[in-house]
């Protein structure tokens, strides 16, 4: 088969799993519109109408991460859909564009790894990835198939998804940043960051803010993760006392300024949300809860709700622990769902403690997690499957993968049943 040919076939396939992952998105998504309980049908039905008929600005105080709304006013304005269908094809079209982020990701790991991926298996897992949920057994206690097991694919929420491509986009930038400061010759896996770093700054800036603009849930978790990580590198360099803290504070600072637009935005939303009433018109404010709180409401053993959701991370941690303490994407993928389980187990809103607001970080910790050990999980294959034990524990990491995506798609299946 000629290249031509091989390429045609490869994007015969990308293709594919696109169509069919927008086909399910769009139905599911007129499905629950029809719910007067269900978040698209708040989003699209309430929120959305805000921004129109003279009221833009009341829409976006009691909105501001509004990405998602911009979009489908801009397909219901421009192009005359439907308020729906306009809706349907906004998820779609951020649902899309985290999957095709998710299959470069892929293809350049494993290219870099020593062999690139089949595209039929690239899609396959990229698709799989936009399908996943936790585990599920409804005879323990460990909660609901989304409320006390949670996960990185909370397909009922419209801005939570929206988020998603940016969330990757920035975990790319920030390994490729930090990469390029530790070694001048490095050349970048997803960036030509070798390029020079400024414009790389300014792309990390845009896309925080973007994910902010989208829901600031992700940026909540991930700039504290990386300055965690960043404030263990700049210690430990001091204490190694070889000249290189200084510079690499200088580096740190960089950083810093990269996420001010981010934070600055997000400032403003917490003042519009918790100061001036937000969306619920409370007077209510961020609270410390006592350990767990929130989380317990929803499930009996929340350890067991961890296991759950995470089963597929948590083995191939347990198989590789190495590389989670020592490079530094396993240990941000680390410092993220730390940070944000403990924003889960420790935060709250005052008036409307149930909401459980502050569990969305954590959704977004756990979204890193999964892609952190997928990609890991390739890595091993091309590299540390020389015995059979270890082809053998590789073999069972990708069951673990399959059996949460059957569970999306059972997950899928029951939420089509049923409108609440």
């Known amino acids: 088969m000629g290249q031509t040919e091989q390429n045609k076939k490869d994007g015969f396939f990308v293709i594919l799993f696109a169509v069919l992952l927008s086909y399910l998105t769009y139905i599911y998504v007129l499905h629950v519109l029809g719910g007067i309980w269900q978040d698209y049908n708040g989003h699209t039905y309430v929120y959305v109408p805000m921004f129109t008929g003279g009221t833009w600005v009341e829409g976006w ?4 991460y509004c990405l998602w709304h911009m979009t489908v006013l801009l397909l219901n304005k421009a192009l005359r859909l439907p308020l729906d269908v306009s809706a349907a094809y906004a998820a779609c079209l951020y649902s899309v564009f985290a999957y095709f982020i998710l299959y470069w990701m892929i293809q350049k790991v494993t290219a870099a790894a020593g062999r690139r991926e089949d595209c039929l298996k690239a899609s396959l897992i990229a698709f799989g990835m936009c399908a996943a949920q936790s585990l599920y057994c409804f005879w323990l206690d460990a909660g609901g198939r989304f409320l006390g097991l949670y996960s990185m694919n909370p397909i009922h ?32 896996l997803f960036f030509k960051v070798e390029n020079g770093l400024k414009r790389y700054y300014i792309y990390l800036s845009v896309m925080l803010f973007l994910s902010v603009l989208a ?4 940026a909540e978790m991930f700039i504290p993760a990386v300055a965690l990580v960043m404030l263990g590198e700049w210690i430990a360099r001091i204490v ?15 950083m810093l300024l990269c996420s001010l637009p981010a934070l600055a935005y997000m400032v403003l939303q917490f003042t519009l949300y918790f100061i001036l009433g937000g969306s619920y018109g409370s007077e209510g404010g961020l609270v410390i809860t006592k350990f767990l709180e929130v989380w317990g409401m929803y499930s009996e053993n929340v350890g067991l709700s961890v296991l759950l959701g995470m089963a597929f991370p948590l083995f191939i941690v347990l198989i590789n622990v190495r590389y989670f303490l020592k490079d530094d994407l396993g240990r941000l993928a680390l410092a993220c769902y730390g940070v944000g389980f403990l924003e889960a187990a420790l935060l709250g809103e005052s008036t409307v403690l149930s909401f459980g607001d502050f569990i969305w970080p954590l959704m977004s910790a756990m979204l890193v997690m999964w892609v952190v050990s997928v990609l890991r999980l390739l890595v091993l294959e091309r590299t540390q499957a020389d015995t059979g034990l270890r082809r053998n524990l590789l073999n069972i990491g990708w069951s673990l993968f399959f059996l949460h995506v059957l569970c999306g798609y059972l997950y899928f299946k029951d939420m089509m049943q049923e409108v609440y």
């Open 157 to 188: 929420n419209p801005t939570q998804m929206c988020v998603k491509g940016f969330s990757l986009i920035c975990l790319c930038l920030v390994w490729d940043i930090w990469q390029k400061q530790k070694d001048e010759n490095y050349h970048g």
């Open 240 to 254: 190694k006392k070889d000249g290189s803290a200084a510079p690499y504070f200088r580096q740190c600072l960089s």
């Open 61 to 64: 105080k009691t909105v501001s």
């Open 215 to 218: 829901k600031p849930t992700f």
